[in-house]
Each structure stands twice: as structure tokens, then as C-alpha cells.
């Protein structure tokens, strides 16, 4: 009679055991990057400044996006692996702090610098290091 009552007892502790044990993971989604804006061309050794801007959701919030950055591929297709980290703190070049649009100002190279299609790779990481998508702008250097 005892040991009746005492199983049911025991699987129930078991269950709620196994159920206690259970880890909580919580989901965090990537960031999305869209609406890039570049230039089409820049010119050799000029001493402008131009603009790109790209705009970064995340499900999360965008209190979530740890950094947006891009590289840069030369025409002969070598890269220096660096990554240029984009602001949206409100300083120049970004105009609004905190509103999900990042910008930062590129110069064209010196004269030596090569010609042909630069290629702009973007990237966005949320804290816990998933990555976005990666939009690409081309811009020729003439
Ligand atoms: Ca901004």
C-alpha cells in the first residue's frame, strides 16, 4: 500500500524535477540592414568627403545592435580585412543620434590607389553576435 502511494509521489517529483532543469533560452533575432546609400563613383585623389549611410532594425530594439560596419575590396580583389565602424551618435557625418540610421564619411585614396570597382561590404552584430545580412554597394573609383 505504501509503495503505491509513493511512486505516483516520486514521478511526480521526477517530473517537476526534469521541468525545474529545463533552461530558459532566450531567442534573440539578427539585425537587418536596408536602405544603403553610397555613391556611384568617387574621384582619384580628390579631397572630398562622401557619404554612406545605412539603416539597421533589429527585433529586438535597437538598443540591441552592438555595431555596423563595412569593408573594403580593392578592383584586384585583395582586402585589408578592416572594418569601418559606422555612428549613430549624432556626430558628423550622422545628423541624428539614435535613430537607426549609421553613417560614416569615406575619402577617395591618394593618386597610387587603384581604379575600377571598389566593392562596400555591410554588416551589423547584435551583443549576442548574430549578424545581419549583408547589402553591398560598388563604387568605382575614376
Ligand atoms: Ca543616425
Do not use: W
Not at 505516483?8 to 532543469?21: D, M
Request: proline residues 6%.
Amino acid at each position: 500500500m505504501k509503495i503505491r502511494i509513493i511512486l505516483p509521489v516520486a514521478i511526480i517529483s521526477l517530473l517537476f524535477a526534469i521541468s525545474c532543469t529545463k533552461k530558459v533560452v532566450e531567442v534573440r533575432y539578427a539585425p537587418v540592414l536596408y536602405d544603403l546609400v553610397a555613391p556611384d563613383s568617387i574621384q582619384r585623389g580628390s579631397t572630398d568627403i562622401y557619404f554612406l549611410s545605412v539603416k539597421a532594425f533589429d527585433p529586438d530594439g535597437l538598443t540591441d545592435i552592438d555595431s555596423v560596419y563595412f569593408t573594403s575590396t580593392k578592383p584586384d580583389s585583395t582586402s585589408n580585412g578592416s572594418h569601418y565602424y559606422m555612428r549613430d551618435d549624432g556626430q558628423p557625418p550622422d545628423s541624428v543620434a539614435g535613430d537607426g540610421c549609421f553613417s560614416q564619411g569615406i575619402q577617395a585614396g591618394n593618386a597610387q590607389s587603384q581604379l575600377g570597382d571598389y566593392i562596400f561590404k555591410f554588416y551589423a552584430k547584435d551583443k549576442d553576435g548574430n549578424e545581419s545580412n549583408h547589402p553591398q554597394a560598388i563604387i568605382t573609383m575614376y
